[in-house]
């Protein structure tokens, strides 16, 4: 249902997020930390801190990456999301007030929230429904596919959309809550600024969409500014601008953190920071629910994993428990699963592969003396360059000759082209699905066409079993699909990972303004503490 080409794009992003390097940070005072939490801002101004910058414009059918959502995510908004503050997959209310699914899922009604406005005056009603669907998919742009079964859109009344697939799909609602979701973008200002390209060239420094920020300037390589959008329908926080400067590399982020310069890190700081912010009175440190993992994916094009048995022994040789806890630390846990914690309800999607170091020391032992193997990481991924390390190292150890090295996001997300030209496994510090559905996990990772099955180990009955589950939402098919794919060695969920985010002591509304779908805050739901 997914094209490898528009998966790729967001999987770069999603490698973007953990790319942080290892630096040796200036201290504070003598023991490397701050004491005296800094002050509230008295201007009304929120400022976040991005470690580089978006990448792709802010337009809601084209963005696919992830600090971008910071943007994207307060000034759009989709007729649902995913609940806020909870550590499960929920669907909860956004622009629509309620929905209806028929038994088939082929039919989705949405009652849409009443006197809702666009940043451009013009009202939100289901004519808006049926455009924003379309615009997705005419742009093509990244996430197409999360529209492209759409068949028709009925507008009965100004509140009332019904959305009729070509197909059964039990993923749809969460395709709509995804941060990548479909957003409702103004007919009307699309069609002033369409231009050749559907208004792309105008959302690349405008918005069109109801969120509670409109998008007021825009400094490429520089800084992104937000302001509050006064007839917003929802809740209002103190913040009248949300300032969103872009710091190169995370020394300089942290400094400006430490000053009060920043008002809040998301999702950009290593795990070697942890001991610097977390615990540290001065500042609040959140560690918050995400749907996505660390990851180790086997090449089986390359002729030391041509054989399942080496593939298998190779996982089995992992010390899971010590690798996540040595490296990763509080911010994440090990996995017990093949998809995202708690996405199969049963748990018949438990992870079985027992560390044992003895098969894989064995299996060496029948190698040709001076066996060569490379473990891959994504450049400047601090996270999964260590675990990289630890890895090779344990394995010099059989008398295989195991290298760590590392490539850059672009040449990683090419392999699929040509899968030898990879390395024989690679190490994904982090990454996850578009949204909580387990196909959106299962497909991504296993189906070759999925985009982040970086070196195309495929089995044909799960990817078959992932789309037939999809229509009905057959956990037990589901399950079933991920047990034969982690039969072929291939994979191995090495971690739960968790947001951690970083804020002034006197932020308040972290927690309350996440969710597990985005590694991003609705800025709306910030406050300052009393």
Avoid at 37 to 57: E, F, M
Avoid at 212 to 217: G, K
Avoid at 348 to 375: F, R
Avoid at 510 to 520: D, L, M, T
């Amino acid at each position: 249902m997914t094209s490898r080409k528009t998966r790729k794009l967001v999987r770069a992003g999603l490698a973007a997020l953990a790319v942080v390097p290892m630096l040796a940070l200036a201290a504070c005072t003598a023991s490397g930390t701050t004491s005296t939490p800094n002050a509230a801002p008295s201007d009304g101004v929120l400022t976040i801190g991005l470690l580089g910058d978006i990448g792709q414009p802010p337009d809601p059918d084209i963005y696919y990456a992830n600090n971008g959502l910071a943007i994207v995510l307060n000034t759009y908004e989709g007729l649902v999301q995913y609940k806020n503050d909870i550590d499960t997959v929920e669907i909860a209310p956004r622009l629509a007030e309620s929905w209806e699914v028929s038994p088939d899922f082929t039919t989705y009604t949405f009652t849409l929230k009443p006197d809702v406005t666009f940043h451009d005056g013009t009202p939100f009603t289901s004519a808006a429904v049926k455009s924003s669907l379309q615009r997705r998919v005419d742009v093509d742009g990244g996430a197409a596919y999360m529209a492209a079964g759409v068949a028709s859109v009925d507008t009965p009344d100004d509140l009332t959309a019904v959305v009729t697939l070509s197909e059964p799909n039990s993923a749809f609602l969460d395709y709509l809550a995804s941060p990548f979701g479909p957003k409702m973008v103004s007919p009307t200002g699309v069609e002033e600024n369409a231009g050749s390209d559907n208004a792309q060239t105008y959302l690349q420094t405008h918005d069109l969409g109801t969120g509670p920020y409109e998008l007021s300037a825009v400094e490429p390589g520089a800084k992104y500014t937000l302001t509050q959008y006064d007839d917003y329908w929802g809740t209002k926080s103190p913040f009248t601008t949300v300032e969103l400067p872009i710091y190169n590399d995370v020394s300089a982020l942290q400094l400006a953190f430490d000053k009060g310069d920043v008002s809040a890190i998301v999702a950009a700081l290593p795990s070697s920071s942890l001991d610097k912010y977390d615990g540290n009175a001065a500042f609040n440190s959140d560690m918050l629910p995400t749907l996505q993992s660390a990851l180790v994916t086997v090449n089986p094009s390359k002729p030391f994993f041509a054989e399942k048995e080496a593939r298998l022994a190779f996982l089995q040789s992992i010390d899971q428990e010590k690798l996540v806890d040595q490296v990763l630390g509080a911010r994440s846990e090990p996995a017990t699963t093949l998809y995202a914690k708690g996405m199969i309800s049963d748990g018949s999607d438990k992870q079985n592969i027992e560390y044992d170091p003895t098969v894989m020391a064995d299996y060496a032992k029948t190698l040709p003396e001076g066996s060569e193997m490379v473990v891959g990481y994504a450049s400047g991924n601090t996270n999964a360059e260590q675990m990289a390390n630890i890895v090779t190292a344990n394995l010099q150890t059989t008398g295989i000759q195991a290298t760590a090295q590392s490539y850059p996001t672009s040449q990683v997300f090419g392999w699929a082209n040509d899968p030898t030209q990879g390395p024989d496994a690679f190490i994904d510090g982090n990454n996850g699905p578009d949204g909580g559905n387990p196909y959106m996990w299962g497909h991504v990772f296993w189906d070759k066409t999925g985009g982040i099955n970086y070196f195309l180990c495929d089995d044909p009955s799960t990817d078959a079993d992932l789309n037939e589950a999809v229509k009905t939402g057959d956990e037990a098919l589901f399950a079933k699909a991920a047990q034969t794919y982690s039969a072929t060695g291939c994979y191995m969920n090495l971690s739960y990972n968790k947001d951690w985010v970083v804020s002034q002591k006197w932020l308040d509304g972290v927690a309350e303004s996440h969710n597990i779908g985005a590694n991003e805050l609705d800025f709306s739901l910030l406050s300052i503490a009393e």
